[in-house]
C-alpha cells in the first residue's frame, strides 16, 4: 500500500504536467511554424480555442480557381507580406499575435459554422486569458465589402484592436523590376532624342507649323467645338419638312455640323487674310498681282456674306446683311 502511495505520488505530478504543457506552449509550437499557418478544421479549432494568452488574426479564404474567387486571389500576397512583416518585425513574439490561413477546400465544417456564404472574411482573435484579455469571446470581423484590401489597411485594422505593445510595419520588398523598367526607359528616351534631335528640333523649331497648329486650335474652339462636348448636341437634324436643318436657331443650341461648317469659314477668311498681306505683295507681276488682289477680297466679301447670314439664323433680329446671301 505505501509502495502504491509512493508511485501515485511520483506519477501524478508528471501526468499534470504533461498535461498542461500543451496549453502553455500552444503559442510557441504554432509560433515556430512557418507564417501565414496553413490550417484545417483541427488546427483552426485548436488555435482559436479558449484558454488563450495570444492573439489570432486569420483570413478565411477561397483559392481555388473552381469558386472564382478573384478577390481571394488578389488579397492573398498581401496577406502573406503582412504576416511575414510582422513576424520578422516581432521576433521575440511580444506582440504574441499568430497569423493563419484557412482555406475553403480544407476548412468547410468552419465555414459553415460561422455561416459564411462569401469570401475572403478577416477575422481577429482576442485573448480571453492574461492582462489583455476580453470579455467578449466573439472575433472580430472585417468583409471585404469595400473592396481589395492592402496590407497597410488590414495592418491598421489590427493595430487599432490589439493592445499596447510591438506593431511592426508592413515592409514590402524593393521592387526591381520596375526601378529596371524606369531606367531602360530613361535610357531609351534620351537614346532616341540624341539620334532624332537633328531631324526633329528642325520641325519643331519651324514657326509655320506652329503657327498653322494655333490657327487650327483657334477655329476649333471659337467654332464651337467645347460647347458640343459638354452639351452632347445632335450633328444635323430635320427641318420638320423631310428636309435637313444645318443651323439651329438661337445662342442656347447648336449642331455638330454647324459648328464644323463656321470653323470652315473661318479657316476660308483667314487663308483669304493670310494671303492678302504676305503672299500677294511678294507676286512680281502687276497682272497677276492685281487678280490676285480682286480674287482674295472676293473670298472674303463672300466668305463674310455667307457669315452674316449664318448669324441672322442663329439671331433673328440681326439688321445686317451682305449680298449675296
Known sequence: MKLLRALA????PLTVFAAKKPAADRYETFRSKSTPLKLDDASYSKLTAAPRDYSVAVILT???????????RDFQPEWELLSKSWTRGDKNGESRLLFGTLDFVDGKGTFQSLQLQTAPVFLLFHP???????????????????????AEQIHAFISRHLPEGPHPKVVRPFNWTRIITVTTGVLGAITLFTVAAPYILPILQNRNLWAAISIILVLLFTSGHMFNHIRKVPYV????????????????????LETQIVAAIYGILSFATISLALKVPRIADPKVQQLMVLVWAGVLFFGYSFLLSVFRIKNGGYPFWLPPF
Open 237 to 256: 437634324s430635320g427641318d420638320g419638312k423631310g428636309g435637313i436643318s444645318y443651323f439651329a436657331a438661337g445662342f442656347q443650341t447648336q449642331y455638330g
Open 62 to 72: 477561397a483559392l481555388q480557381p473552381k469558386f472564382g474567387c478573384t478577390l481571394c
Open 9 to 12: 505520488a511520483i506519477v501524478l
Open 128 to 150: 480571453t486569458t492574461g492582462p489583455n484579455a476580453k470579455a467578449d469571446l466573439a472575433p472580430t470581423r472585417l468583409d471585404f465589402a469595400m473592396g481589395p484590401q492592402s
